[in-house]
């Protein structure tokens, strides 16, 4: 199951991976790092050599390649390549891991820290391609603000909520044992 698994999906090295990916008895933990190693495959066979043979500066902008917007995913997917480091240095295949000296914070300088809005143009564009209305809606309320608590006031909204005549909302948020309201 396993051979089909990675024949199926793009990775460098099929051997040594395949051999690493042996040792999980657990499908989903060789999934996942299966999954990684569709994202590092690209950098790999540009740079044509295996992960345990990346330098520092090499390492560095594959975690960047990730495109990642926090560090915790960042130390994630480091966590799962580490793995894989180690186990090629138990091997002989490498000397050592170059991954174990980073510190949570060391990933910070990896974290792309790009900001992105989402804007009343754009909304209208993703609106229209919506099958039909009760779709569309539900993007456009939380653009308006509407949510609360564990998104209550959506869930809680009901048709006899909304004064189609005044265009008001009454929203009715779970806040505890109780249910504040309030108008849009």
Request: aromatic share 10%; with cysteine; proline share 2%.
């Amino acid at each position: 199951m396993l051979a089909k698994t990675i024949a199926e999906k793009p990775v460098f090295n099929n051997n040594a991976k395949e051999e690493f990916l042996n040792a999980f008895t657990v499908e989903g933990t060789r999934k996942n790092y299966l999954r990684i190693f569709t994202k590092t495959e690209p950098m790999e066979e540009r740079l044509g050599k295996d992960l345990y043979e990346f330098d520092e500066k090499e390492l560095g902008k594959l975690l960047k390649s990730f495109d990642s917007k926090n560090r915790a995913t960042l130390e994630s997917y480091a966590r799962y390549i580490s793995s894989y480091l180690n186990w090629a240095v138990n091997n002989e295949l490498t000397n050592n891991n170059l991954l174990e000296k980073l510190k949570p914070n060391d990933f910070l300088k990896f974290v792309v820290n790009e900001e992105e809005y989402l804007t009343e143009n754009f909304l209208m564009k993703l609106e229209s391609q919506m099958e039909n209305y009760q779709d569309s809606v539900i993007s456009r309320l939380i653009f308006e603000g509407v949510g609360g608590k564990g998104f209550s006031e959506l869930l809680n909204l009901k048709e006899e909520d909304v004064d189609f005549e005044r265009c008001i909302l009454t929203l009715h948020e779970n806040i505890s044992d109780d249910v504040v309201t309030r108008e849009l």
